[in-house]
Protein backbone atom coordinates (compact mmCIF):
# COMPACT_ATOMS: atom_id res chain seq x y z
CA UNK A 1 0.00 0.00 0.00
CA UNK A 2 3.10 2.28 0.78
CA UNK A 3 3.77 1.91 -3.12
CA UNK A 4 0.30 2.78 -3.82
CA UNK A 5 -0.68 -0.51 -4.69
CA UNK A 6 -4.22 -0.76 -3.55
CA UNK A 7 -5.80 -3.12 -6.55
CA UNK A 8 -4.86 -6.41 -5.79
CA UNK A 9 -6.16 -9.43 -7.64
CA UNK A 10 -6.13 -12.91 -7.39
CA UNK A 11 -6.79 -15.93 -10.46
CA UNK A 12 -8.45 -19.11 -8.52
CA UNK A 13 -10.04 -22.52 -9.56
CA UNK A 14 -13.55 -22.40 -9.82
CA UNK A 15 -13.53 -25.76 -8.72
CA UNK A 16 -11.63 -25.42 -5.76
CA UNK A 17 -14.87 -24.51 -3.21
CA UNK A 18 -12.35 -24.09 0.41
CA UNK A 19 -9.89 -22.32 -1.26
CA UNK A 20 -12.27 -19.82 -3.03
CA UNK A 21 -13.81 -19.09 0.50
CA UNK A 22 -10.41 -18.38 1.87
CA UNK A 23 -9.71 -15.53 -0.39
CA UNK A 24 -13.31 -14.10 0.32
CA UNK A 25 -12.98 -14.24 3.89
CA UNK A 26 -9.71 -11.93 2.69
CA UNK A 27 -11.88 -9.19 1.61
CA UNK A 28 -12.09 -10.54 -1.87
CA UNK A 29 -14.83 -10.77 -4.11
CA UNK A 30 -15.34 -12.20 -7.68
CA UNK A 31 -14.75 -9.43 -10.68
CA UNK A 32 -14.69 -12.12 -13.51
CA UNK A 33 -14.62 -15.36 -14.48
CA UNK A 34 -12.92 -17.92 -17.14
CA UNK A 35 -14.94 -20.37 -18.67
CA UNK A 36 -14.34 -23.57 -20.66
CA UNK A 37 -16.13 -25.79 -22.80
CA UNK A 38 -15.55 -28.93 -25.61
CA UNK A 39 -15.89 -28.34 -29.26
CA UNK A 40 -19.67 -28.42 -30.61
CA UNK A 41 -20.83 -31.49 -32.01
CA UNK A 42 -22.92 -30.01 -34.84
CA UNK A 43 -23.01 -26.77 -36.90
CA UNK A 44 -24.93 -23.56 -35.69
CA UNK A 45 -28.56 -23.93 -35.53
CA UNK A 46 -29.43 -20.85 -38.71
CA UNK A 47 -31.58 -18.05 -37.33
CA UNK A 48 -34.62 -16.52 -40.02
CA UNK A 49 -33.38 -12.68 -41.36
CA UNK A 50 -29.60 -13.55 -38.82
CA UNK A 51 -26.81 -13.63 -40.84
CA UNK A 52 -23.31 -14.09 -39.94
CA UNK A 53 -20.23 -14.06 -42.04
CA UNK A 54 -16.31 -12.80 -41.60
CA UNK A 55 -15.70 -9.03 -41.80
CA UNK A 56 -14.23 -7.33 -44.18
CA UNK A 57 -12.79 -3.87 -44.72
CA UNK A 58 -16.34 -2.21 -44.97
CA UNK A 59 -17.48 -2.94 -41.88
CA UNK A 60 -14.51 -1.61 -40.16
CA UNK A 61 -16.90 1.51 -38.63
CA UNK A 62 -19.86 -0.89 -37.47
CA UNK A 63 -16.68 -3.08 -35.38
CA UNK A 64 -15.35 0.35 -34.41
CA UNK A 65 -19.09 1.10 -32.73
CA UNK A 66 -19.19 -2.11 -31.31
CA UNK A 67 -15.98 -1.84 -29.41
CA UNK A 68 -17.16 1.31 -28.12
CA UNK A 69 -21.01 0.07 -27.21
CA UNK A 70 -19.03 -2.81 -25.40
CA UNK A 71 -16.84 -0.23 -22.68
CA UNK A 72 -19.85 2.23 -22.75
CA UNK A 73 -22.25 -1.34 -21.33
CA UNK A 74 -19.25 -1.85 -19.14
CA UNK A 75 -19.20 1.44 -17.40
CA UNK A 76 -22.66 1.89 -16.10
CA UNK A 77 -24.66 -0.51 -13.93
CA UNK A 78 -23.90 -2.90 -12.12
CA UNK A 79 -20.41 -3.21 -13.67
CA UNK A 80 -19.29 0.02 -13.07
CA UNK A 81 -15.92 -0.59 -15.33
CA UNK A 82 -13.14 2.03 -14.78
CA UNK A 83 -11.74 1.88 -17.93
CA UNK A 84 -11.94 4.75 -20.31
CA UNK A 85 -14.49 5.03 -23.68
CA UNK A 86 -12.49 5.61 -26.43
CA UNK A 87 -13.99 7.91 -29.53
CA UNK A 88 -15.31 5.64 -32.49
CA UNK A 89 -13.09 7.27 -34.72
CA UNK A 90 -10.12 6.10 -32.17
CA UNK A 91 -11.48 2.76 -32.81
CA UNK A 92 -11.59 2.52 -35.87
CA UNK A 93 -8.16 3.44 -36.59
CA UNK A 94 -7.11 1.05 -34.68
CA UNK A 95 -9.19 -1.75 -36.64
CA UNK A 96 -7.78 -0.63 -40.05
CA UNK A 97 -4.30 -0.89 -39.02
CA UNK A 98 -4.94 -4.51 -37.16
CA UNK A 99 -7.70 -5.42 -39.91
CA UNK A 100 -5.40 -8.14 -41.78
CA UNK A 101 -3.36 -10.11 -38.69
CA UNK A 102 -3.78 -13.69 -39.83
CA UNK A 103 -3.93 -14.40 -35.99
CA UNK A 104 -7.20 -12.95 -35.09
CA UNK A 105 -10.60 -13.97 -37.01
CA UNK A 106 -13.67 -11.88 -37.16
CA UNK A 107 -16.92 -12.71 -37.49
CA UNK A 108 -20.03 -9.77 -37.88
CA UNK A 109 -24.16 -10.80 -37.05
CA UNK A 110 -26.40 -9.08 -39.93
CA UNK A 111 -29.76 -8.24 -39.87
CA UNK A 112 -31.71 -7.01 -43.24
CA UNK A 113 -27.85 -5.75 -45.12
CA UNK A 114 -27.01 -3.97 -41.18
CA UNK A 115 -24.60 -5.33 -39.00
CA UNK A 116 -25.88 -5.43 -35.55
CA UNK A 117 -22.58 -7.71 -33.46
CA UNK A 118 -19.62 -9.08 -34.15
CA UNK A 119 -17.42 -11.56 -32.13
CA UNK A 120 -13.78 -12.77 -32.56
CA UNK A 121 -11.75 -15.52 -32.53
CA UNK A 122 -7.69 -16.43 -32.09
CA UNK A 123 -5.79 -18.77 -30.16
CA UNK A 124 -5.18 -18.51 -26.41
CA UNK A 125 -2.18 -17.71 -26.60
CA UNK A 126 -2.84 -14.29 -28.03
CA UNK A 127 -4.54 -13.04 -24.62
CA UNK A 128 -2.48 -12.48 -21.44
CA UNK A 129 -4.74 -12.68 -19.02
CA UNK A 130 -4.99 -16.51 -19.50
CA UNK A 131 -1.63 -17.87 -18.60
CA UNK A 132 -0.15 -20.75 -16.32
CA UNK A 133 -2.43 -23.53 -15.29
CA UNK A 134 -5.57 -20.93 -16.64
CA UNK A 135 -3.82 -21.65 -20.49
CA UNK A 136 -5.22 -25.17 -21.74
CA UNK A 137 -3.28 -26.83 -24.28
CA UNK A 138 -4.22 -26.08 -27.75
CA UNK A 139 -7.33 -23.67 -26.80
CA UNK A 140 -9.06 -21.29 -29.16
CA UNK A 141 -10.19 -18.02 -27.47
CA UNK A 142 -13.56 -16.38 -28.09
CA UNK A 143 -12.12 -12.75 -27.40
CA UNK A 144 -14.48 -10.32 -27.70
CA UNK A 145 -18.53 -10.21 -28.94
CA UNK A 146 -20.64 -7.43 -28.75
CA UNK A 147 -24.42 -6.65 -29.78
CA UNK A 148 -25.90 -3.48 -30.77
CA UNK A 149 -28.55 -2.90 -27.83
CA UNK A 150 -31.15 -2.42 -30.57
CA UNK A 151 -30.49 -5.46 -31.80
CA UNK A 152 -30.43 -7.49 -28.18
CA UNK A 153 -32.61 -10.61 -27.28
CA UNK A 154 -32.93 -11.74 -31.04
CA UNK A 155 -30.14 -14.58 -30.59
CA UNK A 156 -27.30 -12.98 -32.49
CA UNK A 157 -24.94 -12.93 -29.74
CA UNK A 158 -25.39 -16.86 -29.48
CA UNK A 159 -25.27 -17.57 -33.18
CA UNK A 160 -21.93 -15.40 -32.92
CA UNK A 161 -20.37 -17.30 -30.41
CA UNK A 162 -21.80 -20.54 -31.96
CA UNK A 163 -19.97 -19.51 -35.18
CA UNK A 164 -16.56 -19.10 -33.10
CA UNK A 165 -17.14 -22.31 -31.63
CA UNK A 166 -17.32 -23.93 -34.88
CA UNK A 167 -14.40 -21.61 -36.46
CA UNK A 168 -12.57 -23.41 -33.11
CA UNK A 169 -13.45 -27.23 -34.06
CA UNK A 170 -12.67 -26.35 -38.05
CA UNK A 171 -9.67 -24.56 -37.23
CA UNK A 172 -8.16 -27.84 -35.26
CA UNK A 173 -8.36 -26.51 -31.66
CA UNK A 174 -9.17 -29.00 -28.82
CA UNK A 175 -11.14 -26.73 -26.54
CA UNK A 176 -12.16 -23.29 -26.33
CA UNK A 177 -12.18 -20.65 -23.64
CA UNK A 178 -13.42 -17.13 -22.84
CA UNK A 179 -13.66 -14.93 -19.93
CA UNK A 180 -16.48 -12.27 -19.05
CA UNK A 181 -17.20 -9.72 -16.20
CA UNK A 182 -19.67 -11.60 -14.39
CA UNK A 183 -21.72 -8.25 -13.16
CA UNK A 184 -22.06 -7.71 -17.06
CA UNK A 185 -25.33 -9.61 -16.09
CA UNK A 186 -25.90 -10.38 -20.17
CA UNK A 187 -22.23 -12.04 -20.41
CA UNK A 188 -23.27 -13.91 -17.41
CA UNK A 189 -26.31 -14.89 -18.93
CA UNK A 190 -25.47 -15.55 -22.42
CA UNK A 191 -22.20 -17.54 -22.27
CA UNK A 192 -23.00 -20.10 -19.31
CA UNK A 193 -26.17 -21.26 -21.73
CA UNK A 194 -24.38 -21.52 -24.55
CA UNK A 195 -22.02 -24.56 -22.70
CA UNK A 196 -19.33 -22.85 -21.19
CA UNK A 197 -18.65 -23.66 -17.66
CA UNK A 198 -16.83 -22.08 -14.35
CA UNK A 199 -12.86 -23.00 -14.60
CA UNK A 200 -10.87 -19.51 -13.07
CA UNK A 201 -12.75 -17.16 -11.10
CA UNK A 202 -10.70 -13.53 -10.92
CA UNK A 203 -11.40 -12.29 -7.32
CA UNK A 204 -10.30 -8.29 -6.45
CA UNK A 205 -10.45 -6.33 -3.83
CA UNK A 206 -9.40 -2.55 -3.12
CA UNK A 207 -7.88 -1.98 0.13
CA UNK A 208 -6.69 1.82 1.69
CA UNK A 209 -9.88 3.25 0.96
Request: with cysteine; proline share 6%; glycine share 12%.
Amino acid sequence: MASGLTAHYALVPATDEDLVRAWFRLGFGQQACHGLRGLPAQAPVRRPGLTIRRAVREDIPALAELDVELLRHQSLAPVFSAAPVPPAAEAAGEWAEDFDDPGYTTFVAERDGIVVGSAVGCALEKSGSHTGLARPDNAGFLGFAAVFPSARGHGAGRALGETVLQWAAQGGFGCVVIDWRVTNLLSSRTWPALGFAESFLRLHRLIGY
